[in-house]
């Protein structure tokens, strides 16, 4: 599975737009970028997935080059409650298979 | 979208003994995965459970030390056997997604903490 690699940490006042990259240079040519979301003692939320290009929901949006070495996960006017970890992972497009998380980013959101 | 409970939500146990953690899904699901969070860290895929099947393990998880039951298709159980400090972890099920593609549901987590 390729391999992922996310900063650490970010903080953002509330209000501002967040951008958070992921590096995946080996992905492989079936694999998808999934993002997850974890508060504190609560298990991973699903955010969002794509392939290529971009794509948009209700809560993010994701951007992905057409070399898909990278992706970015961008999050519009963020408040307080969107202090959590961000996990960036590859792998399938099913939700049946096992998934692969790295580091994660932690992001802080300052009022 | 699945709801899933876990059983019990935190345990405090002697090293050397063993605990026994449950995941509920309120809906049918073949794939139950079960992952272990250490403290701060990210999470590590222990073992994949299909109904009517042995778990299969991940690399330096073994099924004496971590074994599994997936009795139907709403249950499974994680046994944490002869527990040492090490094993200090949240350990979480999860589900293979009935909504969206990609997307996994994941338990509220069990919080382990061993003497």
């Known amino acids: 599975l390729a391999k992922t690699t996310q900063p650490i940490s970010m903080d953002s006042y509330e209000g501002q737009e967040v951008n958070i990259t992921c590096s995946h240079n080996n992905i492989a040519t079936n694999d998808y970028i999934t993002w997850y979301q974890q508060f504190p003692s609560q298990g991973p939320r699903f955010i969002i997935q794509?392939?290529?290009t971009k794509v948009t929901n209700e809560v993010a949006s994701l951007f992905i080059p057409a070399d898909r070495k990278s992706s970015t996960l961008s999050l519009p006017r963020v408040s307080l409650s969107d202090t959590a970890v961000y996990y960036c992972?590859?792998?399938?497009?099913?939700?049946?298979?096992?998934?692969?998380f790295g580091t994660g980013t932690r992001l802080t959101i300052i009022p | 979208s699945a709801v899933i409970s876990q059983k019990p939500s935190r345990d405090i146990c002697q090293r050397g003994t063993s605990l026994t953690i449950q995941c509920q899904v309120d809906s049918q699901v073949t794939m139950m995965f079960w992952y272990r969070q250490q403290p701060g860290q990210s999470l590590t895929l222990i073992a994949t459970?299909?109904?009517?099947?042995?778990?299969?393990?991940e690399s330096g998880f073994v099924i004496d030390k971590f074994p599994i039951s997936r009795p139907n298709l709403t249950f499974s159980t994680l046994t944490v056997s002869n527990m040492s400090p090490e094993d200090s972890s949240i350990y979480l099920c999860?589900?293979?997604?009935?909504?969206?593609?990609?997307?996994?549901?994941f338990g509220p987590g069990t919080r382990l903490t061993v003497t």
């Open positions: 999860s589900v293979e997604g009935l909504g969206r593609m990609g997307e996994q549901y």
């Open positions: 459970a299909n109904q009517g099947s042995e778990a299969t393990y």
């Open positions: 992972l590859v792998g399938g497009a099913f939700g049946n298979e096992k998934l692969t």
């Open positions: 794509g392939y290529k």
